[in-house]
């Protein structure tokens, strides 16, 4: 192909993705119209927190930037803090990521916005914030959205609170986004879930898990149900094992409070791998309508045994003495919000089983880590062992076992969005049958250059503004999250499951590798994915053991 014909492809993706936005904007300008309301208020419980600097300001920035939120709309910080808006901006400062020629728009976009302190139990402050509301938007029908970027522990009183005084008047809508972790348990999930329901309509919550929101997730559903090659194969017939791993390399960083009563497995497992898993393993589908969609996750999350206390390997990180980083040195323990003799997981692997037709026997592994050597979140379809032994005695390259890899399909959620398909071909220019794996890869920096992927919380937000929910968590979904981790959270907590220590940096536990491959997962340790963008940027590959694991 000729560069020239090449841009011209690469050009015509672009133009695809602008024309989507596109359509996507007059959306949300005519629904802004289309009821007869045309403002909205988006509220921010929460407004002088962490998630609120780091994601809520800075993603309402770039919607705004991008022409995505509704002519009209007003933004309203609300917290205990007797603070400014111009404090909120000052903290998200470094989140916003405002380029020079957006400085008037980023001005214009700050006007928008106001704060109001007040304490998250009493009437009286939210009927205050009513009455500021009426007054900044003029409008008592506005269509409301409130963000609950707050600590589960006051979910209960500031949602009964907003609802007795905070509804805007027909014919404006409200819609409720509450942030996880949606309880600590079965029960405590439930009970919040019926606190909820007696002042809310399920329409009226958006229960947010962000890894919804991304890229590579969103797209397993195209790939598994528009590709007939894959459709066929995907099930227990062709499949081996499925891996879902979610890697970062920082520790708690200050966190530790929060992290310290919930662990891995609650704030990452039971939810965005949880979220994955049902999507990789549901059945099609009867059309890409929210309900239909969430209707399978939940079918095939009913089909999931509570995991075993033998299906589980926890570990905790202790700091890398011999680290020159000051973070690394750091152990979990060290963290200041965390007691001195907590047993806490930082790290999880556990096994579950979906038993239904497609899927009976095969091992779908959910690893998850903190403090790890490397920040990755990926998904990998491991196919069976090619039958046959056509090419037992052929030269396979460094395997010590002589034997042929595995197919296996990667999607690597972050970073570096790719998808790649491991599989093994002709050892290029040699003689007879030599073999080595190789791949065909789509790595999104490569094949779509210039294209934008919007944020997480980007698409989630304006899923909100637009009513859809179909990257929303159901209550039903929650509850079987929350009953398939349950009886060995309760073992956990009880301590009856020893917690390995690892190190600050490390690949992970051992201990897990080995019920990985216990359970049919093959960890080869022979092939090298060669991330073509890192590489061009810091000539390095990606280690072949690092690949695996
Ligand atoms: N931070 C993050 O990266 C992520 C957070 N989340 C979730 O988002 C929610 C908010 O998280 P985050 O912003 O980190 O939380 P923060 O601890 O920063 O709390 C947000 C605000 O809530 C108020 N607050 C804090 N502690 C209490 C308390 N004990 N009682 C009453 N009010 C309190 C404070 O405001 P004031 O004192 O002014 O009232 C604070 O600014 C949580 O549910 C969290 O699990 C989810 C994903 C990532
Ligand atoms: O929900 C959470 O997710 C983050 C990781 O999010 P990512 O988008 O950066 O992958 C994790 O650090 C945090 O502990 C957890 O609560």
Redesign the pocket.
């Known amino acids: 192909m000729t560069a020239n014909k090449s841009h011209t492809i690469v050009e015509s993706v672009i133009e695809k993705v602008d024309c989507i936005y596109e359509r996507l904007r007059d959306q949300v300008i005519r629904m802004g119209t289309s009821t007869g309301s045309e403002s909205h208020i988006f509220f921010v419980?929460?407004?002088?927190?962490?998630?609120?600097?780091?994601?809520i300001y800075p993603t309402l920035w770039w919607l705004y930037r991008d022409g995505f939120i509704p002519e009209g709309t007003h933004f309203i910080g609300y917290?205990?803090?007797q603070?400014t808006t111009e404090k909120i901006f000052e903290n998200a400062a470094k989140y916003m990521k405002v380029k020079d020629n957006e400085r008037d728009l980023y001005e214009k976009f700050v006007k928008l916005n106001s704060y109001v302190?007040g304490?998250?139990d009493k009437d009286e402050d939210f009927k205050h914030l009513t009455n500021e509301a009426n007054q900044i938007s003029n409008q008592e029908s506005a269509h409301r959205l409130f963000y609950?970027?707050?600590?589960?522990?006051?979910?209960g009183s500031v949602s009964e609170l907003i609802s007795k005084h905070c509804r805007p008047k027909s014919p404006g809508w409200m819609r409720l986004i509450v942030?996880?972790?949606f309880g600590k348990d079965l029960e405590s999930s439930n009970k919040l879930s019926e606190h909820l329901n007696k002042f809310y309509t399920e329409e009226e919550i958006y229960r947010?898990d962000?890894y919804l929101g991304k890229e590579m997730v969103q797209n397993i559903i195209v790939l598994r149900f528009s590709n007939q090659i894959l459709s066929r194969v995907w099930n227990r017939d062709s499949i081996a094992a499925v891996n879902i791993i979610f890697k970062e390399d920082i520790g708690t960083q200050g966190?530790g409070?929060?992290f310290d009563e919930?662990g891995i497995i609650r704030?990452v497992i039971q939810n965005h791998l949880m979220q994955i898993l049902s999507i990789v393993a549901m059945e099609k589908p009867r059309s890409t309508k929210g309900e239909d969609i969430r209707d399978e996750k939940v079918k095939v999350l009913r089909c999931i045994a509570p995991i075993k206390p033998e299906d589980v390997v926890i570990g905790q990180y202790t700091g890398d003495k011999n680290s020159k980083d000051p973070e690394r040195q750091q152990g979990y323990l060290d963290d200041k919000g965390v007691p001195k003799d907590s047993t806490t997981p930082t790290f999880a692997q556990v096994v579950i089983f979906i038993n239904n037709e497609r899927w009976a026997g095969v091992p779908f592994i959910l690893r998850a880590g903190k403090a790890l050597n490397e920040k990755k979140a990926e998904i990998r379809i491991q196919f069976r062992s090619t039958p046959g032994g056509m090419f037992d005695d052929d030269n396979h390259g460094s395997d010590p076992n002589g034997k042929l890899a595995r197919d296996e399909l990667v999607i690597r959620v972050q970073p570096n969005e790719a998808i790649y398909l491991k599989l093994n071909t002709k050892r290029p220019g040699e003689m007879g049958f030599s073999i080595e794996e190789t791949e065909l890869d789509l790595t999104y920096g490569n094949r779509y250059k210039g294209v934008k992927l919007p944020d997480a919380y980007e698409r989630l937000i304006l899923d909100v503004f637009m009513g859809s929910k179909i990257n929303f968590v159901r209550s039903d979904e929650l509850e079987q999250a929350w009953r398939i981790v349950d009886p060995i959270l309760e073992e956990i907590d009880k301590k009856k499951i020893p917690v390995i220590p690892y190190t600050f940096g490390s690949n992970g536990l051992n201990e897990a590798f080995d019920a990985a491959r216990k359970h049919g997962y093959i960890f080869r340790g022979t092939y090298v994915w060669k991330d073509e963008r890192s590489s061009s940027e810091t000539n390095k590959e990606v280690t072949k053991a690092e690949d695996k694991k």
Not at 148 to 155: E, G, R, T, W
């Open positions: 419980f929460g407004a002088s927190g962490d998630l609120a600097k780091k994601k917290a205990r803090s603070i302190a304490s998250y609950l970027a707050l600590p589960p522990s006051v979910y942030e996880k972790p947010i962000h966190r409070g929060y919930f704030d």
